[in-house]
């Protein structure tokens, strides 16, 4: 017999979460008393989580699992577990969220109570695992519920854009997520696409209550939403595009000027993020030029002597870039600005090791870069060697002459 309800864990190479992850909707939804079944969808190849997930499903019948032959990537590992639910409602919990189940039985409630609802979202605790599992907020608040009627796209587009919401937690009718989730697709943002994919089969309701607690700066593994967040703004354009283009076409004799201008101010808020999350990377170069886009539209988010410094920053950075893209397996640093390098910059990403020209022997591994304030070709000790004038690089990211 079919479960009430589908608790959808997609995971990846994170063993230590996973566990928590079961062990916790096991006893929680088991306490409760709700008719769950736990699908997890494992898309990586460690025996670490193979180990967790047959040690827990020996332990209970709830859990069901399936191992792909190939990593699917995100989005596509939780689209298959939506193509193969077996809950009256599916609920989609991160390996290292929590789920809150008296808040989902009572969504499961308000499914049965209500045949043309397709979909519930909701806002989501926030929790730092940097503050030891600390609550630190809320994705978002609404003061009461919000209904969107079957169809209603002008009025989806108006409370996402008016409201700021990514509609990215949510409880679905499993019988109609064939209709609403599709494969993810960088053109448009995969959250907004089944929002308005949601509107198109039915009703959405907006609880202002969470039922799921998501956590941030998590310290072991891949992170999805991080990876979106810092590079995402164009995808989160493209949804909302998407959403905006299906109301304008249900009501082509209004202004929305008022509501393009909002997609505009949404994007751009949040590759001003995109930018600071970077900056808190020390992945200046990248940085710097999400910086110098925001100028385009008046921006401008950092102070002067913060300006300086990250242009100052992105120049070096830039050097060291070079140095690995031409092929370099080392890189030898002037003196005078080598302790610099190691104090700013996450030299252990770049890709080759650096050392210091009075500290190098001069022994070759292969092609040697060679970096350093207004250096030329001399310095170069075979034909084969990169030189990189620091002082040239800084130029090209500030477009100084």
């Known amino acids: 017999m079919a479960p009430d309800v589908t608790i959808l864990v997609p995971t990846f190479e994170r063993p230590v979460y996973l566990e928590r992850c079961l062990r916790h909707h096991l006893r929680t939804f088991d ?59 599916t609920v989609t919990v991160g390996d290292d969220d929590l789920l809150i189940p008296e808040i989902v039985a009572s969504h499961l409630e308000r499914f049965r109570a209500d045949p043309g609802l397709a979909m519930i979202q909701a806002p989501w605790f926030l929790m730092s695992e940097s503050r030891r599992n600390e609550i630190t907020g809320m994705a978002y608040e609404l003061a009461e519920e919000i209904e969107i009627a079957h169809g209603d796209f002008a009025a989806a587009a108006r409370l996402i854009l008016s409201r700021r919401i990514f509609p990215e937690v949510f409880a679905v009718r499993t019988s109609l997520a064939s209709e609403i989730l599709d494969v993810a697709d960088p053109a448009a943002y995969y959250f907004f696409r089944a929002f308005a994919r949601a509107v198109a089969m039915g009703r959405v309701l907006f609880v202002p209550t969470p039922h799921a607690i998501v956590a941030y700066a998590t310290r072991h593994g891949h992170h999805q939403g991080g990876v979106v967040t810092a590079d995402g703004w164009d995808t989160f354009r493209g949804g909302l595009e998407l959403l905006l283009g299906a109301a304008r076409e249900r009501e082509p004799g209004v202004d929305w000027s008022a509501e393009v201008r909002a997609l505009e101010e949404i994007v751009l808020d949040r590759l001003a993020f995109a930018m600071r999350i970077r900056i808190d990377q020390r992945k200046w170069h990248t940085a710097w030029l999400i910086y110098r886009r925001l100028r385009a539209h008046g921006m401008d988010p950092l102070a002067p002597s913060a300006r300086a410094e990250l242009e100052s920053l992105a120049g070096m950075e830039a050097a060291l870039i070079e140095s690995v893209a031409l092929g370099c397996v080392d890189i030898v640093v002037e003196d005078r600005v080598y302790a610099m390098y190691l104090n700013v910059l996450d030299v252990e990403r770049i890709g080759a090791p650096l050392c210091c020209l009075s500290d190098w022997g001069g022994e070759r591994r292969g092609r040697t870069a060679f970096v350093g304030l207004g250096w030329g070709r001399e310095r170069a000790g075979h034909e084969d060697d990169l030189v990189v004038d620091l002082a040239a690089a800084m130029r090209r990211t500030s477009f100084a002459p």
């Not at 699908?39 to 047959?54: Q, S």
């Not at 990593?71 to 009256?88: D, E, I, M, P, W």
């Open 31 to 89: 306490e409760a008393g709700i008719d769950y079944e736990i699908l997890v969808c494992d898309n990586g190849a460690d025996e670490a989580t193979r180990e967790v997930v047959e040690r827990f499903a020996a332990q209970s019948p709830r859990i069901r699992t399936v191992r792909h032959p190939r990593n699917l990537g995100g989005f596509g590992n939780s689209l298959y577990g939506h193509r193969h639910a077996r809950g009256t409602i």
